[in-house]
């Protein structure tokens, strides 16, 4: 529609009005959904609404004299970006310990936020956490934060188990930003673009981030996250209209359905894969980390093997070696129909047999189709590497590249012929 994919972002505001009205609704319904009093829309990224985040929660700090509360307490389980996100926002980090289920170490963390009382800035938070567990004692964890003068910002990375349900602000959160990329339907992956909207409570709205063309933010704003006022705006009706469409009742079966499919998958496959955590009641949030540590000890395969051969079934392989090394996380979300999650499950148990039987088939993965009808000097035949199950013949995609050095990409920017 030209009327959204031609606008300027610094357009005058006269000329705009059809795209501020949706901003501004959109803002709301956000705010809402988090339990929140406001909402930017600005930050271009999850990442860079981490950074908005500890930058507002800064801001509120200095606003009170306590410029020098620059300490934040960071659990092992949180999500990647966190503590990179925190040493840009000028913060010192301090690792909170986790327990062997997964949860946070309530213990540790009131010891360290005791400890370290005079110059708490706050916690990042993931929940439920990115080991796939939702916190019990999560209520008890923010109430501890706030008793030493500290800020909770919850990383909304994982709100596709929250909406409807629950939300950062009825547990206690003061500040969190979304992915409207990952929760919110938008186009995710490929470097971008994406919205990391930040959503805060009352007492930081003013702090939410300025711009210097355009009039946006709170009183006290912080400076600008993105060079654009309203971050990548062109995307924003895709959130808009999929909040509307689905509404209230549509948005917490979407998170339901979230949290049935990863259990659904999680009980399917523990004959043959353990799920590394798991909460107190023995159930995972909306995604579980399969453990495979023990395949290259036991058949001489890596998880990378793994990764590489759910190529030849035709999947994209889920997270790799995070957060805890030599496994898979699996995140299913609402949208993979029953028949799906059965053919991955079915894939990786197929591959888990290929591993024990012939490790050679899953350690050379994946396999081209000039490989296949070129020299074939494998001990396994050309069948079972390109059509391991039957339904893979129906739909079979052949990758353009097979396996490749992936260290040596690692160390250089751009391949050279050294022969």
């Given at each position: 529609?030209a009327?959204?994919?031609?606008?300027h972002?610094?357009?005058?505001?006269?000329?705009?009005?059809?795209?501020?009205?949706?901003?501004?609704?959109?803002?709301?319904?956000l705010?809402?959904?988090?339990?929140?009093?406001?909402?930017?829309?600005?930050?271009?990224?999850?990442?860079?609404?981490?950074?908005?985040?500890?930058?507002?929660?800064?801001?509120?700090?200095?606003s009170?004299s306590?410029?020098?509360?620059?300490?934040?307490?960071?659990?092992?389980?949180?999500?990647?970006?966190?503590?990179?996100?925190?040493?840009?926002?000028?913060?010192?980090?301090?690792?909170?310990?986790?327990?062997?289920?997964?949860?946070?170490?309530?213990?540790?963390?009131?010891?360290?936020?005791?400890?370290?009382?005079?110059?708490?800035?706050?916690?990042?938070?993931?929940?439920?956490?990115?080991?796939?567990?939702?916190?019990?004692?999560?209520?008890?964890?923010?109430?501890?934060?706030?008793?030493?003068?500290?800020?909770?910002?919850?990383?909304?990375?994982?709100?596709n188990?929250?909406?409807?349900?629950?939300?950062?602000g009825?547990?206690?959160?003061?500040?969190?930003h979304?992915?409207?990329?990952?929760?919110?339907?938008?186009?995710h992956?490929?470097?971008g673009?994406?919205?990391?909207p930040?959503?805060?409570?009352?007492?930081?709205?003013?702090?939410?981030?300025?711009?210097?063309?355009?009039?946006?933010?709170?009183?006290?704003?912080?400076?600008?996250?993105?060079?654009?006022?309203?971050g990548?705006?062109?995307?924003?009706?895709?959130?808009?209209?999929?909040?509307?469409?689905?509404?209230?009742e549509?948005?917490?079966?979407?998170?339901?359905?979230?949290?049935?499919?990863?259990?659904?998958?999680?009980?399917?496959?523990?004959?043959?894969?353990?799920?590394?955590?798991?909460?107190?009641?023995?159930?995972?949030?909306?995604?579980?980390?399969?453990?495979?540590?023990?395949?290259?000890?036991?058949?001489?395969?890596?998880?990378?093997?793994?990764?590489?051969?759910?190529?030849?079934?035709?999947?994209?392989?889920?997270?790799?070696?995070?957060?805890?090394?030599?496994?898979?996380?699996?995140?299913?979300?609402?949208?993979?129909?029953?028949?799906?999650?059965?053919?991955?499950?079915?894939?990786?148990?197929e591959?888990?047999?290929?591993?024990?039987?012939?490790?050679a088939?899953?350690?050379?993965?994946?396999?081209?189709?000039?490989?296949?009808?070129?020299?074939?000097?494998?001990?396994?035949?050309?069948?079972?590497?390109?059509?391991?199950?039957?339904?893979?013949?129906?739909?079979?995609?052949?990758?353009?590249?097979?396996?490749?050095?992936n260290g040596?990409?690692?160390?250089n920017?751009?391949?050279?012929?050294?022969?």
């Amino acid at each position: 529609m030209a009327g959204f994919a031609a606008m300027h972002p610094f357009a005058p505001a006269a000329q705009a009005e059809g795209y501020l009205a949706m901003i501004a609704e959109l803002e709301r319904d956000l705010a809402t959904i988090t339990g929140f009093a406001g909402c930017t829309l600005q930050p271009n990224s999850g990442a860079a609404g981490e950074y908005a985040g500890l930058m507002i929660i800064r801001a509120y700090h200095q606003s009170r004299s306590q410029g020098y509360r620059n300490i934040i307490l960071i659990p092992a389980s949180a999500h990647g970006t966190n503590p990179a996100s925190a040493a840009m926002a000028g913060m010192k980090i301090v690792t909170v310990a986790c327990d062997a289920n997964g949860n946070i170490d309530v213990d540790d963390l009131k010891a360290k936020a005791e400890q370290y009382e005079a110059e708490l800035a706050g916690l990042m938070v993931t929940y439920p956490s990115t080991h796939g567990v939702f916190e019990s004692r999560i209520r008890e964890i923010v109430d501890t934060v706030h008793e030493f003068g500290g800020q909770v910002y919850m990383d909304g990375a994982n709100m596709n188990a929250q909406v409807g349900l629950t939300n950062p602000g009825f547990i206690g959160a003061d500040v969190c930003h979304l992915n409207l990329h990952k929760t919110f339907a938008m186009p995710h992956g490929g470097g971008g673009p994406g919205v990391g909207p930040v959503c805060v409570a009352e007492h930081l709205v003013k702090f939410l981030p300025s711009h210097s063309v355009q009039s946006t933010g709170g009183e006290e704003g912080i400076t600008a996250v993105s060079s654009s006022p309203w971050g990548s705006a062109l995307l924003l009706p895709i959130t808009y209209g999929y909040i509307k469409m689905l509404g209230a009742e549509g948005l917490r079966k979407v998170t339901e359905m979230a949290i049935v499919n990863a259990n659904y998958m999680s009980c399917k496959l523990k004959d043959s894969f353990r799920t590394y955590y798991s909460g107190e009641s023995g159930r995972v949030g909306h995604e579980m980390i399969l453990d495979l540590t023990n395949f290259r000890k036991e058949y001489g395969v890596e998880v990378g093997d793994v990764a590489h051969r759910l190529m030849d079934y035709g999947f994209h392989a889920p997270t790799l070696s995070f957060p805890v090394h030599d496994t898979l996380m699996v995140e299913p979300t609402e949208s993979e129909s029953k028949e799906e999650m059965d053919r991955f499950c079915d894939a990786l148990v197929e591959i888990l047999k290929e591993a024990q039987s012939v490790p050679a088939l899953v350690v050379n993965a994946p396999y081209t189709a000039a490989e296949v009808v070129g020299e074939w000097a494998h001990e396994f035949s050309r069948e079972q590497a390109v059509y391991p199950l039957e339904w893979v013949r129906t739909q079979k995609f052949f990758p353009h590249v097979t396996k490749i050095d992936n260290g040596y990409g690692d160390r250089n920017l751009v391949a050279v012929n050294e022969e």
